[in-house]
């Protein structure tokens, strides 16, 4: 499975980005497709998640301000991010999980970065 993520960029604060994934290759049973985050010098986080069937998780600092969503047929998920403030700052990956053969297999997408200036 590849993920191939696009979107990032340089932002004011205040401003909007969105950011999409499309996933190609042997895509089976998808439980969810998401973004997690890395800012500088600390851990990837869980930014939001999507199930196919539309229920979404945010973490607590973006809820209100991002917005997750998929295309179960095209096998993307798009965030939408507004009202963007600097902790925001980071390389956002794209996720997938999937089951296969009663296994949950994780992939990654390369990173986009997303900086945003004060």
């Known amino acids: 499975v590849q993920l191939q993520a696009s979107g990032g960029g340089l932002v004011q604060a205040g401003g909007s980005l969105r950011l999409s994934c499309v996933a190609s290759?042997?895509?089976?049973?998808?439980?969810?497709m998401g973004w997690y985050r890395q800012a500088p010098g600390k851990q990837r986080d869980l930014v939001a998640t999507?199930?196919?069937?539309?229920?979404?998780n945010y973490a607590d600092s973006v809820k209100g301000r991002f917005t997750i969503s998929r295309d179960n047929a095209k096998n993307t998920v798009d965030l939408q991010m507004d009202s963007l403030n600097p902790e925001d700052t980071g390389v956002y990956y794209c996720?997938?999980?999937?089951?296969?053969?009663?296994?949950?297999?994780?992939?990654w997408g390369q990173g986009t970065h997303v900086t945003v200036s004060s």
């Open positions: 996720n997938l999980n999937q089951l296969r053969w009663m296994q949950r297999q994780n992939y």
């Open positions: 999507i199930t196919s069937g539309g229920n979404t």
């Open positions: 290759g042997n895509i089976y049973s998808i439980i969810t």
